[in-house]
């Protein structure tokens, strides 16, 4: 065994032997050579499907789940987005106060400051 | 986890003296990487006794890497049958202009690591009192499963990372080059981590030494 402060590039036998007798296996090898191979042909058949069928086999249900997905979101974000028509009666109709359909047909000339007001109010 | 890129450095050689890298006892290549080689090949082309000759040469070394992971044998054993497997799936993407043997106990420790962390709760193995206080010891086997116990123990008191490098160096025989791309760190903190361990090591061993004259 070499001195614990030295840096050394190469193996050290002793403590080698020493690391292995405590690590070694207690048991027949062959046993677990048997136990590693009776997993043999999961492994094989895990290892035979080729890596590009894998991916086919995904490729089919991904583009069908984003065609779906395009979709709905379309349909949704119209639904959702799109502004109802207004009718001419809504637009006249005052927000508050008598608006500017009372204010256009009344007999009696409007107050200007209502007038403007009800204008600034529509915008 | 450690890293997953391919390859294990590929056996860059060392800057190790007059005498160079100087394999351990029982190192690691179990077999030339030709025939490794030769045998991904066959197992590749569904050749099952291929896949059973690379097991029988690598089952020792994977199961030492996976219990100086994960400390408990059993669970080492489980680790490393997972890391076999999972080689074996994973074999078609084995780069072979590099060595088998890095790239299989990268696996190996990644699986091992991963059982590790799914562990809820640490189960280092229990030191037997009556060797700590250093009691009778009536025969050499006595004496070398003492001498186990606490090397067991002091790997468990290093880190993951530090136990695996210095197992990969003075046991398995790879280079600090291959503990990095075994681990995917820098090779100087490899040097570094094997470094510290044999220092803690070297002086629990040469403690009992003391105890056992």
Known sequence: MKDSQEFDHRPDPELGAALRAALEPKDDQQVFVARVMAQYKRAWDRASVPTLDVLASWFRPGIAAAVAALILGFVFGRTMLTPAPASIDAAMAPLEGPGLAALVTAPDPPDASVVFSSLVDQR | ?213
Do not use: C
């Open chain 2, 1 to 213: 986890m450690f890293a997953e890129r391919e390859g294990g450095g590929g056996g860059a050689g060392e800057a190790g003296g007059a005498g160079g890298p100087q394999p351990p006892p029982g190192a690691a290549r179990m077999g030339s990487s030709e025939e490794d080689k030769g045998l991904v090949a066959k197992t590749l082309a569904g050749d099952r006794d291929a896949f059973g000759t690379l097991v029988e040469r690598y089952a020792a070394q994977a199961r030492r890497v996976a219990r100086a992971v994960l400390g408990d044998p059993d669970d080492a054993d489980d680790a490393a049958q997972d890391g076999f497997l999972s080689a074996l799936v994973k074999l078609a993407q084995y780069d072979t202009h590099r060595p088998f043997g890095p790239w299989l106990m990268r696996i190996v420790a990644n699986a091992a690591t991963d059982r590790r962390r799914r562990r809820s709760v640490r189960q280092a193995e229990p030191l037997d009192p009556s060797l700590v206080g250093g009691g009778p010891r009536p025969d050499a086997v006595a004496m070398r499963n003492e001498l186990g116990a606490r090397l067991r123990t002091a790997l468990g008191e290093l880190s993951e990372r530090r136990r695996t490098a210095v197992v990969l160096f003075d046991v398995e025989g790879y280079s600090h080059a291959e503990i990095a791309g075994i681990l995917g760190i820098p090779e100087g903190t490899v040097r570094s981590e094997v470094f510290h361990a044999r220092r803690r090591l070297r002086t629990l061993l040469a403690d009992w030494k003391e105890q056992a004259r």
